[in-house]
């Protein structure tokens, strides 16, 4: 199963602990979609046309869907699992996407932000994209 991580997931360390048998593919590329923080404080995805979102795509094993659906709180209703095209290298990949059931916008929980910011740094994604997409939303460090 392919998956694309948009969010803390980006972090390596989080995914190896997660998600042990894990294998990272590259980065992908989500189109029709924009990154937000919800008003529950995590990172979802909402379909916005003109935009995109960039992550990392991972092969899971059974047991890493398994861990990640309870991380992601799947039974409990708080994100969907939808497969969705992403773009890898030029190809269109089907892959396993987690998207929360809330649309509005909020700020993000405190613990999160070194988890994004982590994540940020791990996925090396482009400075444009992070500027652009992701600090409306996520300091790039708390203020002491």
């Known amino acids: 199963m392919l998956y694309f991580a948009y969010g803390s997931n980006l972090w390596r360390l989080q995914m190896a602990a997660r998600c042990p048998e894990h294998l990272e593919i590259g980065t992908g590329r989500l189109d029709g979609w924009r990154w937000i923080i919800t008003t529950r404080g995590y990172a979802s995805i909402v379909k916005s046309e003109p935009d995109y979102v960039l992550g990392t795509v991972y092969e899971l094993s059974e047991d890493d869907e398994r861990n990640l659906d309870r991380f992601e709180g799947v039974a409990r209703g708080l994100y969907l699992k939808e497969m969705l095209a992403v773009t890898v290298d030029g190809r269109g990949l089907s892959c396993l996407v987690y998207i929360d059931l809330v649309v509005e916008e909020g ?37 002491a």
Not at 117 to 137: H, K, M, Q, T
């Open 107 to 143: 700020k993000p929980k405190t613990e999160y932000i070194d988890r994004i910011n982590n994540g940020i740094r791990d996925a090396c994604l482009p400075d444009e994209y992070v500027s652009r997409c992701l600090r409306p939303f996520v300091p790039g460090e708390l203020k």
